[in-house]
Structures are given as C-alpha cells and as structure tokens.
C-alpha cells in the first residue's frame, strides 16, 4: 500500500478550503422597507432583502457591505453589538451605507439612549441620513469598537442632555468622523443639562474628526477624557466649519493633539483647553491655522487632584486669527507654558493672565511671546460672513500669505467643511436602475 502523502490534501480538506473560500467572500447585503427580516444570510439579495436596522449591524461578516434601499426605516429597539454581531478586520472593513445616492433615512426613538452600541471592530456608517435623539451612537462602552468610521453622513438631532452626542465615543480607539453635516438642538436652554454634541470622546486615542460641520447645538467637538497614547499628532482635529453653538465651539481635555485648519464662524462660544473634566489633559496640543472669528480663547486653569501642572499646559499657537481675545490661565498664577506667535489679533482684543488685562503691545512685553503677531481687521470676502467660503481672505488684507508657510493665516476656507461629498460605494446595479 502506498503510504499517504503528509503533503496530499484529503477530499474533506479540500471541502474544508473550498467552504472556507466561499465563505471569505464579502457579500452584499439589502434592506429594504418591504423586506422580510426571516430571511437568511446566504439568501438575502436585492430582490430579496431584510427590513430593519437591527439586521445591518447584527448579520454583516467581515468584508461585508449592508446597505439600505431609499426610505425610512424606523429603530423600535436598542441595537447593542456586545452580545450579537461580527467584527471587521481592517482591510476588510463591515460598511453600512445606502444602495444609491439617494441616502436612505434612519429614525431614532426617543425612547432610546443609545439607539446603537457598536461593539466591534472596523465599521463603517456612512452614505446615510440620521434623525434622532442626540446619543445615537454609543461606541466602544463594553467591548473595543475599535476604528469606527463615520463618513458622509446628514443628521438632524432631535433632543439634547447632558454628554450627549450624536456619536459617543467610550475608550473606543481610532475613531473617525469624516464630512459629516450635523444639526443640533439650539438654543440649549436656561436651565437644562444640555451638552449636546456633534461627537464627544472619553479617552479614545487616535481620532480623526476632518472636514464636518457641526451647526446649532450646545458644543461642536467635545473631547472629555483625554487620550491615553500621547503620540504627538496622534490625535487630529481639523477642516471642521463650527457655527451657532452657545456653550463651547469646542472644548478639548486631548493631549499631543493636532488641532488646525478649523473655522470657528458666526455665533460661537468659546474655543476651550480643559483640564478639569475627570481626566486632567488639554496639555501640548498644536493649534495651527483656526479661525476664531465670533469665539475667545480660553486656556482654562482648574485641575483634577492628581495632576503635577495644573491647567491646560504647553500648548503652542500659530498661524492662527484671534478675533474674540483670549484667556491664558485668568486666575491662576501657575505657569501655563505656552508658544505663541505669527498670528493675527483683532483691534481692541483683550488677554488675559493671572487677573491681569493685557493688550497684544503689552502682552508681547510681557509674556515674551507673539513676537511676530499683529493686531489688524482682516477682510473676507464677505462682510458678513455666511457660509464657510464667505472667510476667504481677500487679496492684500492682514494676515494674508503670511503664515510661516507662505499660505494666509487662519484656516484653508477651501478645504474646510465637507465640500461636496461623492458617495461611495454604492450599488451599480440599482443606480443605475434608479438613475434611468
């Protein structure tokens, strides 16, 4: 009897390969609002396609696409992933989108907070339009999340409270939000918990939060807790077009952080570096290129018991328009370690140091920093600006080429918000159906 090769697969093995193979494949999955959520993985199809939410997030394999057909599809009951669904892996990452450019509509309860716990690993939600209560998403609260990624989204939130935010990131590393449009509830209101965000981050190291708009709400970008990996640039905060908050623009607890090219327009409140919100942070960040048009500047001075250097430290401004004066630890006289200079401050603009009122003349005697700021009004191309374009400095107006980089102070108008945002990933199939 000839022995058998260690080296001959049997039959099963290659029915175990071929199976194995088969099931590799990444799938495009359907939800439709005349599906039938009975049907089973390997039968759903476009013309045969789940109808609820809950299927998008419970059923992909990694690799896997879900996307949902035009429509509303309502959540009746809260999508928690810690016990159900699967994870991605990074080069084949589980996408949630709509099947056409026709985004479809997902509507949260009121009755739920969070409508969704994403609990695994590399998601992408995007392509889609979201109305709802302001925690919408619950990121990471269990189990890792890691690498969320919110893209291309249009959402209009319907309640505000407390840490509430349409995204919440809870530890979950790498997260994403990229071109996303987000409403809020505005005004907050005169004694209401209201801290309603666009995103709000515990602890997440690595996040991108690049080319948004985060409109009408309580605060625009609002990192809590700060990052456990201090990586310079690890973290980065940038392009976003912030307009009509009325508690904080942004306020940012983060570390290492690059924060640049943001514009901060109409209606603000402050910008705000926080080192008192249950983690001490908002130290050593880089702020570049921002324009502070209707906001101050606040380094705030409070602490958290354990922290060796008290308020927001080592931060270093450049390139910058200051138009609403800024705060460098007001009552506190413990050494905030800034770098600042080459930025642009309004007439008239008033800094604060230690209960001190500094002018830009005098603070630049004082503080030894600013040396190469000045103080100007800088014409944009709008008087009264209105949109994110409407900031563009004109031709020959202050702060125009003048950054250290030879490009105009304050934030890239032009690339600055979520622009014109092309879907992708859509059916070719059904739009070009729907197309004709």
Not at 79 to 103: F, L, M, V, Y
Not at 130 to 149: H, L
Not at 225 to 248: C, L, S, V
Request: glycine share 8%.
């Amino acid at each position: 009897m000839r022995p058998t090769s260690l080296f001959r697969p049997s039959a099963a093995a290659f029915l175990f390969l071929f199976f194995a193979s088969h099931q590799a494949e990444a799938k495009r999955l359907y939800i439709a609002t005349t599906g039938n959520d009975a049907v089973l993985y390997a039968d759903n199809s476009a013309s045969n396609p789940w109808k609820s939410v809950e299927k998008a997030f419970y059923e992909p394999k990694a690799g896997d696409t879900a996307c949902f057909m035009p429509g509303q599809y309502n959540i009746t009951t809260h999508i928690d992933q810690a016990h159900t669904g699967n994870s991605g892996t990074p080069d084949k990452r589980i996408i949630i989108t709509s099947c056409t450019a026709d985004e479809a509509l997902i509507m949260g309860s009121t009755n739920l907070d969070p409508n969704i716990d994403i609990e695994k690993d590399y998601y992408t939600v995007q392509n889609l339009r979201f109305q709802g209560p302001g925690r919408f998403f619950r990121v990471g609260y269990d189990y890792s999340g890691t690498a969320a990624y919110f893209i291309n989204l249009k959402v209009k939130m319907t309640k505000g409270g407390d840490n509430f935010g349409f995204v919440w990131i809870d530890g979950a590393i790498e997260p994403h939000m990229e071109r996303c449009v987000i409403e809020g509830v505005y005004p907050s209101g005169a004694g209401t918990p209201n801290f309603t965000c666009g995103i709000i981050v515990f602890r997440g190291s690595g996040a991108k939060i690049l080319h948004n708009e985060f409109h009408h709400m309580a605060t625009g970008v609002y990192y809590k807790h700060a990052n456990a990996t201090k990586i310079p640039g690890d973290i980065e905060i940038a392009y976003n077009y912030i307009h009509h908050t009325d508690r904080f623009s942004m306020q940012l607890n983060c570390d290492y952080a690059s924060v640049h090219d943001n514009l901060m327009g109409v209606s603000n409140a402050q910008f705000f570096l926080n080192d008192a919100n249950g983690v001490a942070g908002g130290d050593f960040n880089v702020i570049n290129h921002n324009t502070l048009y209707d906001c101050p500047l606040i380094l705030q001075y409070q602490t958290e018991s354990t922290d060796l250097t008290p308020g927001a430290i080592g931060n270093t401004f450049t390139n910058n328009i200051f138009l609403g004066g800024a705060e460098f630890h007001r009552y506190s006289p413990v050494p905030h370690q800034s770098k600042a200079d080459n930025n642009l401050w309004a007439p008239g603009s008033v800094i604060w140091e230690n209960r001190i009122q500094y002018t830009l003349a005098s603070w630049q005697a004082h503080s030894s920093l600013e040396k190469k700021s000045v103080q100007a009004t800088p014409i944009f191309a709008a008087a009264v600006p209105a949109t994110a374009n409407n900031f563009r400095l004109k031709a020959g107006s202050a702060g125009a080429l003048k950054g250290t980089d030879g490009k105009d102070l304050g934030a890239d108008i032009g690339s600055v918000g979520p622009g014109i945002s092309t879907p992708i990933n859509l059916d070719p199939h059904l739009y070009r159906a729907i197309a004709k």
